[in-house]
């Protein structure tokens, strides 16, 4: 079965930890990574299984808020409140300074 989308999710205990997990369309997990310390680790670890963060769908799950990416698109950040938060117009993903995105998402706040 084909993979739907890529997810990134924090869990929150005595230490905070990224894994990874391939999401079929029929919303079972295809694979699930190893816990990561850091959530830029876990995305080096995806890449290396075949994650393509400019052609596939992803979403990061976070404390505080879900991001998602879709190809070509606009980031939408939901926080806990379900209002979806979009980006400036003249702003997308891939014209955002690199360090900040992946800093925001790994503390899980909004970017």
């Known amino acids: ?29 295809e694979r699930i990574s190893a816990s990561q310390p850091e959530f830029d680790k876990a995305v080096i670890d995806a890449l290396r299984n075949g994650f393509r963060p400019k052609a596939d769908h992803w979403v ?14 606009p980031l939408v ?21 690199k360090r900040r995105r992946w800093s925001n998402l790994a503390t899980g706040k909004a970017g």
């Open 60 to 73: 990061v799950l976070s404390a505080e808020n879900y991001t998602h990416f879709a190809p070509r698109q």
């Open 1 to 29: 079965m084909k993979t739907l989308h890529w997810q990134f999710v924090l869990h929150v205990g005595s230490v905070r930890r990224w894994t990874w997990q391939r999401m079929r369309m029929d919303g079972t997990i």
């Open 77 to 97: 950040t939901i926080p806990p409140d379900y209002n979806p938060v979009l980006p400036p117009a003249n702003m997308s993903q891939f014209n955002r300074p």
